[in-house]
């Protein structure tokens, strides 16, 4: 599985933005697909899940209420809507696929066997 995320910029705080991956591969639908982020100097955090199947959503607490994950079988694409961006959103975004992940380890990066090259989302305050 080959993952491309896209849809990253500079916006100000306050306003929303749209991140998509998409994925190769046949079986998308079958696959667990999370959104991680990581800050410069900080460790790759998760962001948001979306869990193969019945496709329940899972979110941190840090953007509970703000970011949306959604996914579009059709054209193999997850998306993250955010909404209400803080300078503390700013970061790389990457997205990960899994089609054997546990749900215990949904928000553990260490779960996921693929990764997109990630994009850039920085928030100015």
């Known amino acids: 599985v080959q993952l491309q995320a896209s849809g990253g910029g500079l916006v100000q705080a306050g306003d929303s933005l749209r991140v998509s991956c998409a994925a190769s591969?046949?079986?998308?639908?079958?696959?667990?697909m999370g959104w991680f982020r990581q800050a410069p100097g900080k460790e790759r955090e998760f962001v948001a899940a979306?869990?193969?199947?019945?496709?329940?959503?899972y979110y941190a607490d840090s953007v509970k209420g703000r970011f949306t994950v959604s996914r579009d079988n059709t054209k193999n694409t997850v998306y993250l809507q955010m909404n209400n961006l803080k300078a503390e959103d700013t970061g790389v975004y990457y997205c990960a696929s899994s089609r054997s992940l546990i749900l215990s380890n949904i928000m553990n990066p260490s779960g996921y066997a693929n990764w997109g090259q990630g994009t850039q989302v920085t928030v100015s305050s």
């Open positions: 591969g046949r079986t998308f639908s079958d696959t667990t």
């Open positions: 979306m869990w193969r199947g019945n496709s329940r959503t």
